[in-house]
């Protein structure tokens, strides 16, 4: 494959292959665990091998070997939110990675891996010759964490967690969650930001676009979800 491939679609299913994209400086690799669908990802810079680990959800031997697609060791493991599901295989990962770990500083003290590194709004992580931007989104949890690629022959790339889907943001509907916070910052630091053609990759399920969801911002803040 080469670089600017248009073979990805980013829709797998659980035990199934990876999908990969190929970028001029990186690959991004996606696949998907458990029967929630948890999605892991793997970005590559294509230079260096260095590699990024995002949510080490389940199955700690299948995200090892998917580690492997690539270049077979992974330096930083981030992990977008402090629920459950996205962080059962934390441990195993990066016990055997020894990789360093990012969380968001609100989420940090949750998490059953104390995170190396405490993530704060406009912070970034470099992988490589790649650089992650760091974007805070409190609402579905105090501390949850998108990472954005600004790919310099190419188009923005988020990775959301579960802070936003494809229809809507992630789920405010728990005791501590709030859809006012989780809706501003989206709307402020997300659709304010970065323009229509940026690809995003959520926690569960199918990738779409900034400009495939813009038009359904006020659809979502009338319904409340």
């Given at each position: ?101 990012y969380a968001g ?82 709307t402020e630091r ?36």
């Open positions: 494959m080469t670089p600017g491939s248009t073979d990805y679609t980013g829709v797998v299913d659980p035990g199934g292959p990876s999908d990969v994209r190929e970028l001029d400086r990186a690959t991004i690799r996606k696949m998907s665990v458990s029967p929630m669908h948890n999605n892991v990802y793997l970005i590559t810079c294509r230079a260096t091998g260095e590699q990024l680990l995002i949510d080490a959800a389940d199955d700690a031997d299948r995200i090892m070997s998917f580690i492997a697609e690539g270049t077979g060791a992974a330096s930083h493991l981030v992990t977008t939110h402090q629920h459950w599901d996205h962080v059962r295989a934390l441990e195993d990962v990066a016990r055997a990675t020894a990789a360093t770990t500083e609100e989420d940090a003290d949750a998490l059953p891996v104390a995170p190396g590194v405490r993530l704060r709004q406009g912070d970034t992580i470099t992988v490589g010759e790649v650089t992650l931007d760091v974007i805070h989104l409190r609402g579905h949890t105090p501390g949850g964490v998108a990472l954005a690629y600004a790919d310099p022959g190419g188009i923005t790339h988020l990775f959301t967690g579960d802070s936003l889907f494809p229809g809507g943001v992630g789920n405010t509907k728990l005791p501590g969650q709030s859809f006012e916070s989780l809706y501003a910052d989206v997300i659709f304010d930001v970065y323009p229509d053609d940026t690809w995003f990759y959520p926690g569960h399920g199918n990738d779409s676009t900034i400009g495939a969801e813009r038009p359904h911002l006020e659809e979502w803040r009338a319904r409340g979800w």
